[in-house]
T-cell receptor, first 112, second 114 residues
Framework: DAGVIQSPRHEVTEMGQEVTLRCKPI?????LFWYRQTMMRGLELLIY????????DSGMPEDRFSAKMPNASFSTLKIQPSEPRDSAVYFC??????????FGPGTRLTVL | AQKITQTQPGMFVQEKEAVTLDCTYD???????LFWYKQPSSGEMIFLIY??????QNATEGRYSLNFQKARKSANLVISASQLGDSAMYFC???????????FGKGTHLIIQP
């Protein structure tokens, strides 16, 4: 398996623009997680899905952030409108059960 | 809310020595899991080892072992025979209380010196 795939790997955009991050989990994994990593706040859970259903979105910063999982092999994290403070590395991870989570390579987002 | 504490912001260790990275947690949940991840300078998150709260034995994976002391709420990572390639950030993480998402510590920056 290719592992968790994220695209794009790098994204530079201007404040106010819409940003869409994409994730393909490992086939057969029932759980999908979105995390954000910044120097100030470290690694934070944003939202996670189980069998394509959002279970906990309490980590989503505000209404500008939304996440979807239309099927078992694809998820998106959207920021609209983006702000400079959204600059971070966004990780997607998937898991077959309650144990290890396998992380994607991350998307480095820079909002100017 | 669960809390994970890593008290060592940075560590310098001589190659081939054993390394212990500290991690303590705070929870009232009886069922939980503890994880360690490695993040090299390239940025990816690499899963190292997992320990369940009900596991009878300490987890081991190759050169990695977890010194799990439940009563003290600590889950220290031990790396035996350290190598230059072990230089990285190491994160301890917790999952419990019926939630599946991970709560991460602030990490320890480990540098292995030749």
């Amino acid at each position: 398996d290719a592992g968790v795939i994220q695209s794009p790997r790098h994204e530079v955009t201007e404040m106010g623009q819409e940003v869409t991050l994409r994730c393909k989990p490992i086939s057969g994994h029932d759980y999908l997680f979105w995390y954000r990593q910044t120097m100030m706040r470290g690694l934070e859970l944003l939202i996670y899905f189980n069998n394509n259903v959002p279970i906990d979105d309490s980590g989503m910063p505000e209404d500008r952030f939304s996440a979807k999982m239309p099927n078992a092999s694809f998820s998106t994290l959207k920021i609209q409108p983006s702000e400079p403070r959204d600059s971070a590395v966004y990780f997607c991870a998937s898991s077959p059960h309650h144990n290890e989570q396998f992380f994607g390579p991350g998307t480095r987002l820079t909002v100017l | 809310a669960q809390k994970i504490t890593q008290t060592q912001p940075g560590m310098f260790v001589q190659e081939k020595e054993a390394v212990t990275l500290d991690c303590t947690y705070d929870t009232s949940d009886p069922s939980y899991g503890l994880f360690w991840y490695k993040q090299p300078s390239s940025g990816e998150m690499i899963f190292l080892i997992y320990q369940g709260s009900y596991d009878q034995q300490n987890a081991t994976e190759g050169r990695y072992s977890l010194n799990f002391q439940k009563a003290r709420k600590s889950a220290n990572l031990v790396i035996s025979a350290s190598q230059l390639g072990d230089s990285a950030m190491y994160f301890c993480a917790f999952a419990g209380g019926g939630a599946d998402g991970l709560t991460f510590g602030k990490g320890t920056h480990l540098i292995i010196q030749p």
